[in-house]
């Protein structure tokens, strides 16, 4: 039978094993705390954790958590569960009055009634129920992050010192884990708002990619409107001198040409006359001597026609320059385009060179309102293209007609014709086909432009090997 000793001895270990037992499922709790609040970088999920442990380690009826916001004195995340309830976010007063107390003091707190503490009277504490308190700071690197405060009713188990240890610990292990989730969150939201800070600049960047690209296109047409217009001034500038000129040199030239028309029409009448009187002589007896004077004046009747005609020629050439050319087809005036066209064709007779045909159709066609001396330029640019286009014999088609409160002139030639390719741009400034040295390639282009100021419209037919045809279209009014 067992000494009262042995039985001491044996109720001893007992005890230890007890105590060895509770310290072994207390450190398995840790660790399975600790390794279930390093599983995740969720605040919420974290402190959800916690509270769910340790109100089942200390027996606690409400427990709650309140981190601290960073560089302000107030709270920023807060959980609360109460047992066998939903976790919630909301707090008492009661809480936070337990919680000011332990940050305004830096220490933890257990009380076994706290309102017969004297240390909380005048505070606000409202639960009259309420009775036992644990409260411990949760300090991580010397800081304060938050506190967590446990909180028991009347007739509940009151919080013990050993209780104190275990949220001690608990506190300690979750401060620096908590911590570690807050700085992540944060990082986590501030990559989320750089993200929207590029996204959205790279949105700005895109708009404003598209504002410029926007304002250089505008531009863009801006500077080609701008040198179409310098074109079209300096060729207006060029018209102008080139009338001046062409005023000065026909008068010039038409003083000789009258002389020499004048001249040649003396001596047509004086041959006549010498005609006259040799028929009304009897030359019988000298006939030899009468033939060779009848082929004597014949040469000279033949000579002072060829001048004649000659002048003839000069006259008309240089009345179609005068009106080609005049000053006053500058103005906006009513005019017959037949006859710039005409006028075009005379300047023009040099270059056809005997091997190009000209086929005229007019049609009835009224006189329309238009600058004469820029719709002669555009039948100059037009038909010496067409002359250019025929390398050898050819022929060159002038039609005009009427219709739909519009005129039409179709001038069609038998060149080389243009390549589909390089239909689009012959109305661009400076594009040419003709080789090195030959045209500048903004006889088109102005054309374009000149028929474009008349509210008009120039399109353009080409087949290669069998030719083009440009159609000008010009309303009546």
């Known amino acids: 039978m067992p000494t009262l000793k042995s039985q001491q001895n ?3 270990l007992e005890e230890r094993l007890n105590q060895a037992d509770k310290r072994l499922r207390e450190l398995n709790a840790l660790n399975k705390l600790s390794q279930a609040i390093s599983s995740t970088m969720d605040v919420d999920k974290i402190m959800e954790i916690i509270l769910a442990e340790t109100t089942t380690q200390i027996d606690a009826f409400h427990s709650s958590i309140m981190l601290l ?18 976790i919630t976010s909301s707090l008492d007063k009661s809480c936070r009055t337990i919680a000011g107390w332990v940050l305004k003091n830096r220490k933890s707190l257990i009380v076994k009634d706290i309102l017969a503490d004297p240390r909380f009277e005048g505070l606000g504490i409202i639960n009259d129920e309420l009775q036992s308190v644990l409260a411990q700071p949760m300090i991580s690197k010397g800081n304060i992050i938050g506190v967590i405060v446990f909180q028991n009713l009347k007739g509940q188990s009151v919080f013990t010192e050993e209780n104190q240890r275990i949220i001690s610990i608990i506190a300690s292990q979750s401060a620096q884990v908590l911590e570690n989730a807050q700085l992540y969150q944060m990082l986590a939201a501030s990559n989320f708002k750089l993200e929207e800070a590029n996204l959205t600049l790279e949105q700005r960047v895109a708009e404003r990619t598209e504002q410029l690209n926007r304002k250089k296109i505008q531009l863009e047409k801006a500077l080609k409107e701008l040198q179409e217009s310098q074109n079209q001034l300096i060729m207006k500038e060029k018209m102008a001198s080139l009338g001046n000129l062409v005023a000065g040199i026909a008068h010039e030239i038409n003083n000789p040409i009258g002389a020499i028309n004048s001249a040649a029409d003396v001596i047509t009448r004086c041959n006549n006359k010498i005609n006259e009187i040799l028929k009304e002589k009897d030359l019988t007896e000298n006939a030899n001597q009468y033939q060779k004077l009848e082929q004597i004046i014949n040469l000279i009747n033949q000579n002072g026609m060829v001048i004649q005609e000659s002048g003839q020629r000069v006259s008309k050439i240089v009345k179609s320059l005068k ?20 006028n075009t064709l005379a300047l023009l007779h040099h270059e056809l060179k005997d091997k190009i045909t000209i086929i005229k159709d007019y049609g009835k066609v009224p006189l329309i309102y238009c600058y004469p001396i820029q719709l002669n330029q555009v039948f100059m640019n037009i038909l010496l293209n067409a002359i250019q286009a025929i390398e050898n014999e050819g022929i060159i088609k002038i039609k005009t007609f009427s219709g739909d409160g519009n005129v039409r002139i179709k001038i069609s030639d038998t060149g080389k014709g243009i390549p589909p390719e390089h239909l689009n741009k012959i109305f661009d400034p400076g594009f040419t086909k003709k080789g090195v040295g030959v045209g500048t390639g903004l006889g088109l282009s102005t054309s374009y432009n000149i028929i474009q100021m008349h509210k008009g419209e120039i399109r353009v037919e080409s087949e290669v090997g069998k030719g083009t045809t440009l159609t000008l279209i010009l309303p009546m009014k």
């Open 69 to 86: 916001q960073k560089n302000a004195p107030d709270f920023f995340t807060t959980l609360a569960r109460q047992k066998k309830a939903k």
């Open 323 to 342: 009106n080609f050319a005049r000053l006053d087809n500058a103005e906006f005036q009513k005019a017959d385009i037949h006859e710039g066209i005409d």
């Open 10 to 12: 044996i109720e001893e």
